[in-house]
């Protein structure tokens, strides 16, 4: 049996104030909580960051987003704080020096399509919206697209935010206009004509939105003979990767069908042990 430890409590003495014994007292209880598992940080604590107002987004600069040339240029603004939300206009803006006219020129980008980006950036959703908050939620009405659809502009507009939203490094505006494609109605003449958009201003890589072209197509040959077939030719001619993919997806279909075929009509097979021979004997 061990020795009955004896502890020694300070107390103040001349050489030792009062102070000083009740911060090694101190120190003690913190080396103990730090013994029994708990963290003693004697680092200072960051202070959280501020949380940016809306009203600190209007106060920043206005830029100028030019669009378009000759006769056909328009000039949107919007703040420079709202911009530098996508990775690509926060690049754009870095390089602004102090007094400058911050002006940025997008010659090629679609009028609509930016509207309907500064709409998001504002409000986190554009036009048409969806109705609510259900992932099969419908859009509400939009009065700029014809009845019937045949142009396919209600597919073609959010199909250009789509790739807007790809160049200006906006994932989740992408993610919004990919839902959005996937609840537009239209014709089969208009569907030609956004699948048209979609293989020549997407990357050959980007699945997510080729293919359920591909797929919509490879599913629909009555279609194809009865209301498009003109159009779903002269698409094949112009970009034969379109033809191809919907090709594929044809005879992958085909030969799933065979194999369930095949498959239902086999006999089933027959036991691998012999019948007993009858002696003749």
Partial sequence: MADPEVRVEATPTEDTPADDVAMADDGDEAEAKAGDGEEVSTLPQAEAPKRATFLDYLKSPMVELVLGTGSDQAVLTAHQAMLVKSPYFADVCAQFSEGSKRRIELPDEDLNATGSFLE????????????????????????????????????????????????????????????????????????????RY???????????????????????????????????????????????????????????????????????????RKRARVSQG
């Fill in 120 to 195: 998001y950036l504002y409000m986190d959703e554009y036009f048409p919206r969806r109705l609510n908050s259900h992932k099969d939620s419908p859009l509400e009405p939009d009065d700029s697209v014809p009845t019937p659809d045949d142009s396919g502009a209600a597919l073609l507009k959010h199909a250009k935010v789509y790739t807007i939203a790809e160049k200006f490094g906006m994932p989740a505006l992408k993610s919004l206009a990919h839902s959005k494609i996937h609840r537009a109605t239209s014709t089969a003449k208009g569907e030609i004509a956004y699948a």
């Fill in 198 to 272: 979609v293989y020549d201003k997407t990357s050959a890589s980007d699945e997510t939105i080729r293919k359920p072209v591909a797929a919509f197509w490879a599913t629909r040959s009555h279609v194809l003979r009865h209301e498009a077939e003109a159009e779903f030719r002269a698409m094949c001619l112009e970009y034969p990767q379109f033809g191809f993919d919907v090709l594929s997806l044809v005879l992958d279909m085909k030969e799933k069908r065979g194999e369930r075929h095949e498959g239902s009509s086999q006999q089933p097979p027959a036991s691998g």
